[in-house]
């Protein structure tokens, strides 16, 4: 779990009092260990399940998609590790912060690198969907398996360089000063990253993809009414709306937590008033609740994604489209056999064709 430092400056009657006797008290008790306990359990085996089915996937069709999406996860799994098992079990839980400061400072920056890589793991998936749907000929010209890997090679660096300046990040337990300008500059940094900036990204282009789609079905609504022989109105694909799900569950889940983060910069510390560490609380078991309902998302809109998931369960690697497969098997022979008719019916057509006198005289 990542802490964030104490802001607040101690009221007139507060000042002749002692730092312990200042500290707000966890009022929720045991029940965040409880709770990233259970998330860590079910969330780790839930997510590998989810590499090794798109793992599958993106071995069989060769898209990009499930590069960007196995991206995601592995993202996850990290976080998973470094904030909830390390940072918030281990250190906080079992050693009570009572670790070496080079030690803490070290996991924070992991923390953090890991958080931004989950985060930012998204928007090339984003990207790539609006690509698809609004310029369909560059996407097919510039999305390819090999481009997607070196796509998520830069974020995943570049996450973990912008978890770096973190390592310098104040611990709210142990430092109850206000904050400094260093503590104000990290914070609105790592607001930004987490959230401002790339839910503004997920907004643009959410907005962009929803407006191609509503004209484009205008369009086929008008050429219905024109002729009769037109194509259904395109939906909502399956791609597409695994994509707004994921981005407006990231967005609801970090809401509270940034709003939370913010709060505690500028009005009230989480050190000192309960009510704030409470929300604080609450706000952190959302924000990881969102490191582990990717699984379930997928399995609700994608099919392809649930008969992964079966054959990895049931321990089998059958093909990833039996009928797609059946029907490519059965083309050649189609082919041979139509082949083999047209080549009947020419002969039969050439000896039905009556010979003209001289030639009729020359066979004879």
Same mark, same amino acid.
């Given at each position: 779990?990542?802490?964030?430092?104490?802001?607040?400056?101690?009221?007139?009657?507060?000042?002749?009092?002692?730092?312990e006797?200042?500290?707000?008290?966890?009022?929720l008790?045991f029940?965040?260990v409880?709770?990233y306990?259970?998330?860590l359990?079910?969330?780790v085996p839930?997510?590998i399940l989810?590499?090794?089915?798109l793992?599958?996937?993106?071995s069989?069709?060769?898209?990009? #998609?499930y590069?960007?999406?196995l991206? =995601?996860t592995? %993202?996850? /799994?990290?976080s998973? +590790?470094?904030?909830?098992?390390?940072?918030?079990l281990l250190?906080?839980a079992v050693?009570?912060r009572d670790?070496?400061?080079?030690?803490?400072?070290?996991?924070?920056a992991?923390?953090?690198a890991a958080?931004?890589?989950s985060i930012?793991?998204?928007?090339p998936?984003?990207?790539?969907?609006?690509?698809a749907?609004?310029?369909?000929?560059?996407?097919?010209?510039?999305?390819?398996?090999?481009?997607?890997?070196?796509i998520?090679a830069?974020?995943?660096a570049?996450?973990?360089?912008?978890?770096?300046p973190?390592f310098?990040?104040?611990?709210?337990?142990?430092?109850?000063?206000p904050p400094?300008?260093?503590?104000?500059a990290?914070?609105?940094t790592?607001?930004?990253?987490?959230y401002? #900036?790339p839910?503004?990204?997920?907004? =643009?282009?959410n %907005?962009? /993809?929803?407006?191609? +789609?509503?004209?484009r079905q205008?369009?086929?609504?008008?050429?219905?009414?024109?002729?009769?022989q037109?194509?259904?109105?395109?939906q909502?694909?399956?791609t597409?709306?695994?994509?707004?799900a994921?981005?407006s569950v990231?967005?609801?889940l970090w809401?509270p937590?940034t709003?939370?983060?913010i709060?505690?910069?500028?009005?009230?510390s989480v050190?000192?008033?309960?009510?704030?560490?409470?929300?604080y609380d609450l706000s952190?078991?959302l924000?990881?609740?969102?490191?582990a309902?990717?699984?379930f998302?997928y399995?609700f809109?994608?099919?392809?994604f649930?008969?992964?998931?079966r054959d990895?369960l049931?321990?089998?690697?059958?093909?990833?489209?039996?009928?797609?497969?059946l029907?490519?098997?059965?083309?050649?022979a189609?082919?041979s056999i139509? %082949?083999l008719?047209?080549g009947?019916?020419?002969?039969?057509q050439?000896?039905?064709?009556?010979?003209p006198?001289?030639?009729?005289?020359?066979?004879?």
């Amino acid at each position: 779990m990542i802490d964030w430092p104490n802001v607040t400056v101690a009221s007139h009657q507060e000042q002749g009092l002692k730092p312990e006797e200042l500290k707000s008290k966890c009022v929720l008790g045991f029940i965040p260990v409880i709770y990233y306990s259970a998330l860590l359990c079910v969330g780790v085996p839930v997510n590998i399940l989810t590499a090794v089915a798109l793992s599958r996937l993106a071995s069989r069709t060769k898209k990009a #998609l499930y590069y960007y999406l196995l991206a =995601v996860t592995g %993202s996850d /799994i990290l976080s998973q +590790l470094f904030i909830i098992f390390v940072g918030f079990l281990l250190e906080t839980a079992v050693f009570h912060r009572d670790v070496p400061t080079l030690l803490l400072h070290s996991v924070s920056a992991a923390e953090f690198a890991a958080n931004h890589a989950s985060i930012w793991s998204t928007v090339p998936l984003t990207v790539d969907r609006y690509v698809a749907l609004c310029h369909p000929l560059l996407h097919r010209q510039i999305s390819y398996p090999a481009r997607a890997r070196k796509i998520i090679a830069v974020v995943l660096a570049l996450s973990l360089t912008s978890g770096v300046p973190f390592f310098w990040w104040s611990d709210m337990w142990r430092n109850s000063h206000p904050p400094t300008a260093l503590d104000t500059a990290l914070i609105w940094t790592h607001v930004t990253i987490i959230y401002f #900036l790339p839910c503004s990204i997920f907004l =643009v282009l959410n %907005s962009l /993809i929803i407006h191609k +789609l509503r004209v484009r079905q205008r369009q086929q609504c008008c050429q219905e009414d024109c002729g009769p022989q037109s194509a259904p109105p395109r939906q909502l694909g399956k791609t597409t709306a695994m994509l707004l799900a994921i981005t407006s569950v990231f967005s609801v889940l970090w809401a509270p937590r940034t709003v939370v983060v913010i709060y505690h910069l500028y009005v009230s510390s989480v050190h000192r008033d309960w009510r704030v560490h409470l929300a604080y609380d609450l706000s952190n078991m959302l924000a990881m609740l969102n490191t582990a309902v990717n699984f379930f998302l997928y399995c609700f809109v994608s099919k392809p994604f649930r008969g992964a998931v079966r054959d990895v369960l049931l321990l089998r690697g059958g093909p990833l489209h039996p009928r797609r497969a059946l029907r490519q098997q059965q083309a050649p022979a189609n082919a041979s056999i139509s %082949s083999l008719y047209s080549g009947n019916n020419k002969r039969s057509q050439r000896d039905a064709t009556p010979l003209p006198p001289r030639r009729a005289s020359e066979t004879m």
